[in-house]
């Protein structure tokens, strides 16, 4: 696969690489001003879901890129946005290290809020919302927010469920690489691999590729 895409310079921290994928969007995009706004907000909330919100969508690229995608922007948009739904959650909640039940069923619906506040952008919204309810066993959480629009087309439809997929894969793996277990559900004797596998049987090949690209590691390795 080839190196020269401009997201793969390794020397921009990833907030910076995600800030400059989305200036190359342009002003005429509302999707990218929104979505800029939404990271500053994150970034102000609660810094460690807007870094994992940054190296997610660049980790979706990278499966968008090995998935033979030209068009990387859905999981761009769908991978900077997927936790926006945690700004409805109280920043001492979110950096907590242990939760109770009462308090994992209040993150459980940051999926959803994901969604509302994505409705003016449905594909975006669709990708965002359905992040965890993607997951074999662990999160259960089911996406009741609006789903893909009436009338999309056949071919749109499947490579949105895609990107869904790939922002799924990509959350899982760099969660499972940077944290620890208690906010997924994991089975803690597990290795991140075996756990990721567990969840998405049917996406091996995927998983391959994110624990042996060097692009990947380079992400979830720290720098930003
Ligand atoms: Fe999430
Ligand atoms: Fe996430």
Redesign the pocket.
Known sequence: MEKNNIETRDTKSVEERVSGLLEQEGSRSELAATTKKFLGLMAEHDRKTFLHECRVALIAIKLAEFCGFKDQKPELFGGAN??VGKLTISGELLGKGHITQEEYEIIKK??DASAKMLAKYPFTAYISGT??SQQKNSYGVDFKGAGLPDGVKEATERRMKEAAKNVALS?FFDAASTRKTSQMGGENDKSPRERMEAEYPDYLDRIDFLFGSQDVQEIVGGRG
């Open positions: 997927h936790d940051h999926a992040h965890h959350d």
